[in-house]
């Protein structure tokens, strides 16, 4: 059986992703920006996940303004890096994972979530900056170290999801993971966020309050968060802060009790509030013999495979 093993929420400041591609990660703005990434991305080296399930938001890219699915699922084997008009940022295409994308576009939908399937689709930095923060830099050339199932949700066009939809989605999910026959560790990550808004009178807002208080309901009352109404968000976050609602997504296919495995904060970057957290299921009973036997095609790469035993997350410090 896949199981969910830990979720991860992550900003995707695009200009994160420019000092990467730029070399600038070094420079004193960006190194205390990326010093908050190292611990998660030993915890990553060292958790191994089969499978990550993204939560991220097309920025115009896969989809103009003339098309916006709500939900839309990544179900091809591969999604190259999206043209966001100074070229496609120089990181690997993403391989995608068909079986189990299918397994969740069958099982979400006939539990009412009406999913886009997507067979064809670039990805913008909206999940490759969260993949470089946690996976650290990948050479163009080389591979992402597991495949990425996307989840585009749109809140750049009203009216984005609910945090209520976008958390029981992530149960649904859930339960489409746990019905999959393969033995799959998989993780899934919520992205956007945090609060900020980028036009308009209000330009460079930032709410740390309402942000710490975002993250604090996250780890221990995620059904208070799952109330919170889309004009709160937009009031205390920003216009774009309503991409918060995807963390709950996240979120929603994690236990209720979970472990904070570690959380980080910063303001700014570029003009926005940076946000990070791991959150990790609880170990269950150790999985008794006769692992189903994943089908040879569809395999992942002998590296990201990963023993039972190993299903326990790493904790790095409580908060
Ligand atoms: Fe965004």
């Known amino acids: 059986m896949a199981r969910i093993i830990a979720g991860i929420g992550s900003s995707h400041v695009p200009a994160i992703g420019a000092a990467i591609d730029n070399g600038k990660t070094e420079e004193p703005y960006w190194k205390r920006i990326f010093s908050g990434f190292e611990k998660s991305q030993a915890w990553m080296r060292e958790t191994k996940p089969d499978v990550a399930i993204i939560v991220y938001n097309d920025h115009a890219s896969a989809f103009s303004v003339e098309m916006i699915p709500t939900f839309a699922l990544g179900c091809a084997a591969e999604f190259p890096p999206a043209d966001e008009g100074w070229g496609p940022r120089p990181v690997p295409t993403v391989q995608g994972y068909p079986p189990l994308a299918s397994h969740i576009a069958q099982s979400v939908i006939l539990e009412e979530f009406d999913l886009t399937i997507c067979n064809k689709m670039e990805v913008d930095h909206g999940m490759t900056v969260p993949m470089n923060l946690l996976f650290g830099k990948v050479d163009k050339n080389s591979h992402w170290p597991c ?53 308009g009178p209000r330009a460079g807002l930032i709410n740390s309050k309402w ?12 059904q208070k968060l799952a109330k919170v109404p889309h004009v709160d968000y937009m009031r205390e976050a920003g216009a774009e802060g309503i991409e918060m609602v995807m963390w709950l997504v996240m979120r929603g296919a994690l236990d209720d009790k979970v472990d904070e495995v570690y959380r980080f904060y910063t303001v700014p970057a570029s003009n926005t509030a940076v946000g990070h957290i791991i959150l990790a299921n609880r170990p269950r009973p150790a999985k008794p013999a006769g692992r189903h036997k994943p089908a040879a095609k569809h395999k992942p790469a002998a590296k990201h495979k990963r023993a039972a035993a190993r299903a326990k997350p790493v904790l790095i410090r409580s908060r």
């Open 147 to 199: 495949p990425v199932i996307p989840l585009a949700v749109n809140v750049v066009m009203y009216p984005p999801p609910t945090g209520h939809r976008c958390y029981m989605l992530g149960k649904a999910i859930r339960k489409a993971v746990e019905s999959y026959p393969e033995d799959l560790n998989v993780v899934i990550f919520g992205t956007g966020g945090l609060s900020h808004q980028i036009s």
């Open 211 to 222: 942000d710490k208080a975002f993250l604090d309901n996250l780890s221990k009352d995620p």
